[in-house]
Structures are given as structure tokens and as C-alpha cells.
């Protein structure tokens, strides 16, 4: 195909906006979405086969039984095998090696222990964090995409407690929906995983329940440091946080809507992430759909995919649309008032992601100078090549459209001639398997990186020329 011509994707002159999606819900907070959010992803069916095992009871027999350990606080009882955060964590491991005998050793699980001081406690006690792993690794095993919900739970919100509610670890808080509603679909997503690739994929996959998280996203704080201490690089980093509630205080219902929460800036690693999820998730679960919000996380609220998101790597956030703030961090976060169906179709929507991204190659490298031989206004991309990609694409999107309106292949060679003016959008770079898997895009101008030392100044060469720097920096 000629380097001129569209793909069939294109929807780029006309701003087409469908109409708006239906909610479950006797209330009608329309939701309008562009026509095409796919930007030329494929379905792979193998893929669709895994998501099509992904079971509703399944999550709800494991939420059932993190909720019989009566609270799973991070501080709470460790030696007990009925009550407290110790029970629960040797439950999930044993759910996991349970998988990993299924596929024949398939799954690598472990304890990821971490000696931390809990900030805010009057007595500052050292607490042992410890989160439940299960690599299912890859053909390149120095890439890692992790997906995580986290296991420990509070009743931080019980104001009749003071200021050390988020320390009371005996009293029950049964974390039904935060965040036992992500855990049990991480565990379902290491079920289906295992059985259906128990070889494994292009990068390794870490299912991970982190603890931890109610007191400062210790866990996850604790394991983005690990994995950049050993020198892997992050793909993604996904959380699901309270992923199960469907009806909202005043009443409101939405049991086909969840959110995904992609970090600034508008052309880094989060916001790619998200429109790659945005694009998987519509392509594999259709009916249920997807809102993304571009921003780090709810107003004033964190998650484990944050601490990934400040060491530079794409992290994002699938949480329910309606919150029922008076569940929260409550007593009243109970099993009765998990929607387990909904669960279900936010784990098909985090398998579409992770399995997408883990069977593709990694993302090209990308710098964008203006082609001094049409005097300017044209502009060349550039980038490396990629070992197990067999070709590229080059997206190209106006800045105020969310995701991409244009695809255009690239069969051989790194380099292409945008006829798009860059200077009134984004384009940007992904790297195409044999197989037809696409990896995240990297953005041209990517974000500037940020520059410590003179070694960081060498290593970022000419990106330092091409990027697009934050205002005030
Ligand atoms: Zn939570």
C-alpha cells in the first residue's frame, strides 16, 4: 500500500459521535463515544477463547472466601488460617500454585515480602507487606506486563474510631468490593491465562495481589521498585480497584460501564495505555463499555497503579462508574452488594489488555524532525527497529480527538513522510507482529524525559530535541 493511502480504519474528516450507549439504569447519564475507538487492532481468537472462560462464579467463590477471613486489614493477624491478612494470603497462594499444578508448572508463584514502616501510626511499627505473585513468563522474560488488585482491606471510614481507624485491624472489614472485587478477578485472569497459554505469551505477565494499599500503597510501591531495581522493563501496570459495585447511593444504577484512569500528559505512556485498553476492550466485550477518564485517578483518591505511573511506566486504572461511598472502607463493603456478572465483564476487559499487549512486540522508539525538502510543513518520524516486529503502523490523531483517527501501514523500513501537519496533532509509532499483535504507540513529540545527570542528557540523544517539555519546566 502506498505510504499516502488510508487504511480502512479511516474516520479522520468527519467527527462522527454514535449515539450515546445505554445504561442499565433507570437514570439516563448518556455517554457519547467517537464511531471507531479500535484504531486497527485485530481480534486474535485464541485470545477470545481465553476471555470467553472468564467466569462470573469463579470470582465470586474467591471473593466469598477472602471475605470469610472477617477482616484482612495490613496490620491485622498473620498466624491464624481462619481470620486475618495471613490467612488470606496463603489462600491466594494456594489458589495460584492450585493453577500452576494445573498447567504444568506453568505459573511462577510466590510471596513478595517487604519489611515497611507505617507512616501515620503514632508508634510507627514495622510492618511486613507481603504480596501474592504469579508470573506466567514470557519469551522475553526482561518485559512484564502486571495486572493487580489488592487484598487487604479497612474500615478506615468509621469516623466514631478517630483518626486511627485506618490502623484498627481486629474489628471486621470485610473489603467485599474494595478491594476483594479486583483480587478475585486477578485470580481469574491466572486461571484462564495459565489454561489457555501455559507457555506463555511474547512478555511475561505478573497476576499480582498486593497488600498494603489502604495505608499507602505500600505493596505496589514496593514491587514497582523491585521490578526496576532488577532492570525489567514495565509494559503496563494495571489495577483493579473496586470493580463490583453497581448501584450508586442515590440510587443510580450502571452495571455496563466501567472506567479506565490514564495519567498526563496526553501523549505519555498512561494516556497510550489507556486508548489502547479503550480500543481491546470495545473490540472483545463489545457490550460492555468502556469510559475513559484522562486523568491519574478520582479526585483526591490513589491506586497501586500509581507508584508504576511515577517511575515513567504506562499505568491504569479500571474501576466501577458508580461508587457507593457509604461501602467504602466500611463494614458495609459486603459480599451481598458485590455484582459478581459485572465483575465478570471487567475481568474479560483487563484479559483483553493484558493478553493484546503481552502478545505483542515491544513499542518502537520514536522521533519526529521537520523534512526540510517540503520547506518544513511536512514532517519525517524515524525509529528503530524492533526485533519481533515484522512491520509498522503510524497513527495520526487531531489534538483534541481522545484516541486515533488515522492508521497507516509502513511494510518495510522505520522511517515515513507524515502528510498530516504535526504541528495540529499527534502522530504516533507501533510496531506490528507477524501475527498481527500491535504494540502500545509511542507518541511523536514524546513527553521530555526527565534529566538528572549529564549520563541521562547522552542516554536521551536526540529525544532531548524532538520532545514536547511541560510548561514551566
Ligand atoms: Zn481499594
Given at each position: 500500500m502506498p505510504k499516502s493511502a488510508l487504511s480502512p480504519?479511516?474516520?479522520?474528516t468527519i467527527v462522527a459521535f454514535c449515539a450515546s450507549i445505554p445504561l442499565g439504569s433507570q437514570q439516563s447519564t448518556a455517554i457519547s463515544a467517537p464511531a471507531d475507538v479500535t484504531m486497527g487492532l485485530k481480534r486474535d481468537p485464541a485470545l477470545a477463547a481465553a476471555i470467553a472462560e472468564i467466569s462470573a462464579a469463579q470470582i465470586r467463590a474467591t471473593d466469598s472466601v477472602l471475605v470469610s477471613f472477617g477482616t484482612r486489614h495490613t496490620?491485622?493477624?498473620?498466624?491464624?488460617n481462619a481470620r486475618g491478612i495471613g490467612a488470606a494470603r496463603r489462600y491466594l497462594f494456594n489458589k495460584l500454585t492450585g493453577y500452576s499444578k494445573a498447567c504444568g508448572g506453568c505459573l511462577r508463584v510466590e510471596y513478595d515480602p517487604a519489611l515497611m514502616e507505617m507512616r501515620?501510626?503514632?508508634?510507627r511499627p514495622m510492618v511486613n507487606v507481603v504480596n501474592v505473585i504469579a508470573w506466567l513468563p514470557g519469551r522475553d522474560t526482561s518485559r512484564v506486563v502486571v495486572m493487580g488488585g489488592h487484598h487487604d482491606s479497612c474500615i478506615c471510614s468509621r469516623s466514631d474510631l478517630g483518626p486511627l481507624a485506618r490502623f484498627e485491624a481486629t474489628q471486621d472489614a470485610p473489603g467485599a468490593d474494595d478491594d476483594g472485587s479486583g483480587t478475585s478477578a486477578v485470580v481469574e485472569l491466572a486461571r484462564v491465562f495459565s489454561k489457555h497459554f501455559p507457555k506463555g505469551l511474547e512478555t511475561s505477565i505478573i497476576f499480582v495481589a498486593y497488600s498494603g494499599e489502604e495505608e499507602g500503597l505500600y505493596g505496589s510501591t514496593h514491587l514497582a521498585q523491585r521490578l526496576h531495581g532488577a532492570g525489567y522493563k514495565v509494559v503496563a501496570a494495571f489495577t483493579d480497584d473496586i470493580v463490583g459495585n453497581v448501584v450508586a447511593e442515590d440510587g443510580a444504577v450502571d452495571s455496563t460501564t466501567v472506567r479506565i484512569f490514564g495519567a498526563e500528559p496526553d501523549n505519555g505512556p498512561s494516556r497510550e495505555l489507556a486508548r489502547y485498553a479503550w480500543a481491546t476492550g470495545t473490540i472483545y466485550n463489545p457490550s460492555f463499555h468502556i469510559l475513559p477518564v484522562f486523568r491519574l485517578d478520582r479526585i483526591s483518591r490513589g491506586g497501586d497503579h500509581s507508584p508504576y505511573v511515577s517511575l515513567g511506566d504506562a499505568g491504569l486504572r479500571f474501576t466501577e462508574r458508580l461508587e457507593n461511598y457509604k461501602r467504602q472502607h466500611l463494614p458495609t463493603d459486603d459480599f451481598a452488594h458485590v455484582n459478581f456478572g459485572y465483575v465478570a465483564n471487567v475481568a474479560r476487559t483487563n484479559a483483553s489488555v493484558v493478553g493484546s499487549l503481552a502478545a505483542a512486540p515491544a513499542p518502537p522508539v520514536a522521533l519526529a524532525r521537520r523534512d526540510q525538502a517540503s520547506g518544513g510543513s511536512k514532517w519525517s518520524l524515524t525509529w528503530n527497529s524492533v526485533p519481533s516486529a515484522a512491520s509498522y503502523e503510524v497513527l495520526f490523531r487531531r489534538t483534541?480527538?481522545?484516541?486515533?483517527e488515522k492508521v497507516y501501514p509502513v511494510a518495510t523500513g522505520t522511517s515515513f513522510l507524515l502528510p498530516d501537519q504535526l504541528d495540529d496533532g499527534w502522530a504516533a509509532v507501533r510496531a506490528v507482529s507477524a501475527d498481527g499483535h500491535r504494540s502500545l504507540a509511542s507518541t511523536v513529540p514524546p513527553p521530555c524525559p526527565t534529566l538528572a545527570t549529564r549520563a541521562d542528557s547522552v542516554a536521551a540523544g536526540d529525544l532531548i530535541r524532538n520532545c514536547i517539555r511541560a510548561p514551566g519546566r
Open positions: 480504519l479511516r474516520v479522520a496490620m491485622s493477624d498473620t498466624t491464624s501515620g501510626h503514632p508508634q483534541y480527538s481522545p484516541t486515533y
